[in-house]
């Protein structure tokens, strides 16, 4: 067993089994309804905590808004006006009206989008405009179950305390965490998740 291993296996004998906001984007299986939840929610955790993401969360489904459709078919404007208490809401209606104008419009649905390859799929969100490395693998991994580890200021915060490197660039440590596991979206969904658990421990 590597140090990576070892770490995954002491947060998870630590925590169990990741709760709370993690428990639907580490639900395996997950429904239609579910994976388009999960990449609404990757737009509004941008910059936000989970309270106040909730709160959005919650105007929208009032509204009958539950699908990446739903989205689409909206106005900016109204979708910033549900979604205001994520923060930087006009920014984050922009992003998700166009992120849902570019799955319905190129794939329809996630089933569909699922089947290309993860490389070009990564490329094209990274050309979305508002979608970085960490949302746009955020989105491969918990909604389309493509096996990219995720990094996150947790993540980097992680590295440097345990010191299992010194460059915290995204890419490098991506592979660093992809090349001392095996490629298993389960196995990095579970991980990732524990690694923000356990970061905002404060343990």
Request: aromatic share 12%.
């Amino acid at each position: 067993m590597n140090t990576f291993e070892k770490l995954y296996n002491d947060l998870k004998r630590k925590y169990g089994k990741p709760g709370g906001q993690w428990s639907l984007w580490c639900k395996r299986p997950k429904t239609k309804s579910e994976k388009e939840e999960v990449v609404i929610e990757a737009i509004l955790t941008q910059r936000a905590n989970w309270k106040n993401v909730e709160l959005a969360l919650n105007n929208l489904k009032k509204a009958k808004i539950n699908s990446l459709r739903d989205v689409y078919n909206l106005s900016e404007e109204k979708l910033a006006i549900f979604i205001r208490p994520s923060g930087f809401y006009r920014a984050k209606a922009n992003y998700l009206f166009h992120l849902s104008e570019f799955i319905i419009k190129n794939y329809g649905s996630l089933e569909i989008m699922k089947k290309v390859d993860t490389e070009e799929l990564r490329e094209q969100l990274l050309a979305l405009k508002g979608i970085g490395p960490e949302t746009a693998d955020s989105i491969l991994l918990y909604a389309l179950n493509k096996p990219v580890f995720v990094i996150d200021e947790y993540t980097r915060r992680l590295v440097d305390k345990k010191k299992l490197a010194k460059n915290l660039n995204y890419d490098f440590l991506q592979n660093l965490f992809e090349k001392n596991l095996k490629k298993d979206y389960r196995l990095y969904q579970d991980f990732h998740a524990l690694i923000v658990i356990d970061g905002k421990s404060g343990m």
